[in-house]
């Protein structure tokens, strides 16, 4: 990608070097590793990563960054980048197949500097893999079949040993084979529901900064997330996701009955997708919901949705795997002693999860299940409930990723919301502010 600049973000180098050069292994190079592999080089440290894929790349269509992920990739120096490709979302609106609405939330009513950015998971897999140059070392097509966490050591499908690392991070995802060899799962599940997803052309789509979203009951939700650009494909496009029963992902709905599913629920989503190959041009996602007593044993540790899968529906997966990746560096910064590290690297991790998975396993059955009834009370209490003073205010918390433990806010650097203050109004025009232009 042209004109990436080095990881030089106002508040990266403040902080003290670690106290040692230290070995380090990363198993998988998803956003968690690869935001691990750019800020542990940076340290000083020798990082080698490890990726099953024979040709690394992205997984997934389209997420929503959130005020919390962009400060951290503000902080590596990497927050012009992004938004040259992303689409500033300023609202997240849902109704009902009958037009009554059932969420409608702002990010200007918590904070006028707040807003959300629409991303293509190829663009921040981009921007993330041209800034790691330093050091680099990538080993692809290598699948990793067992951890010792005691000793260091990875051993590969093909029998070789890697040994003699002095930390081994587990970021191999939500779907990880290994984090039982670093911890005992205490819980580890797949959700019943899924989604089929595809990436289309945004046009003249009526909602260029909104997250629309249309629901059948809990049992069908459709929605649309306009995600910008990515590197060699100048084309602006929206993310399109279709939820349903894991069970009917793989089920033999004609694209007849597809289609006219999706134009009975919402018109402007159905035109969107008449170029789209029904199924074949679907990709299909699959969840789960997982969680340890402990993130790490010995030389070991889990990251991302490794350590703490959840449902997407807060969509805080990508925006919670670079907070880790932020929290492991500078824990690593501060103690001397990799277990001391880690310890305190998942104490400060877990006193922002913990409520996102609560909130994720109390709204996923209000959104995704056959819960006709708690779908029916959805409808009529969850916007009025959104309008009370307060109660919006909580709302909005969680949703910007800014909501800590029940009543706590996680807070943002000062220097940031300065960067990205008049963000909104200036990037809507397709120009990069000059307050974010000029923080690195």
Known sequence: MANVRPNIGPLTEAAAAPARRLRIAIVGYGTGGQACALLLSNDGHEVTVFERAAAPGPVGAGFLLQPVGLAVLWQMGLLPQVLAHGAVV????GETAAGRPVMDMRYGDLDARYFGLGLQRGALFSVLDAAWQAG???HDDCTIVDVDAEAGKLTDARGVRHAGYDLVIVADGAASR???KVTPARLNRPYAWGAQWCLVEQGAWAWPAELQQRYVGARRMAGMLP??????????RLSFFWSMPVSALDGDASARQWRGELQALWPDAAARLQATDVPDGLAMARYRDAVHARWSRGRAVLLGDAAHAM???LGQGVNMALLDARALRDALRREAAVPAALAAYERERRAHVGIYHFW???LTPMFQSERDRVASLRDLVFHPLSRVPGGRGQMLRVLSGTRRGWLGSFALPAGFLDAISNECSESTVGATPSSVRGVL
Request: a positive charge; charged letters at 25%.
């Open 90 to 93: 300023t609202r997240l609106y």
């Open 136 to 138: 680099r070392q990538l």
């Open 178 to 180: 290994l984090r039982g």
């Open 227 to 236: 995600v910008g650009t990515r590197p060699g494909d100048p084309v602006p």
């Open 311 to 313: 449902s997407p529906q």
């Open 360 to 362: 994720s396993r109390w």
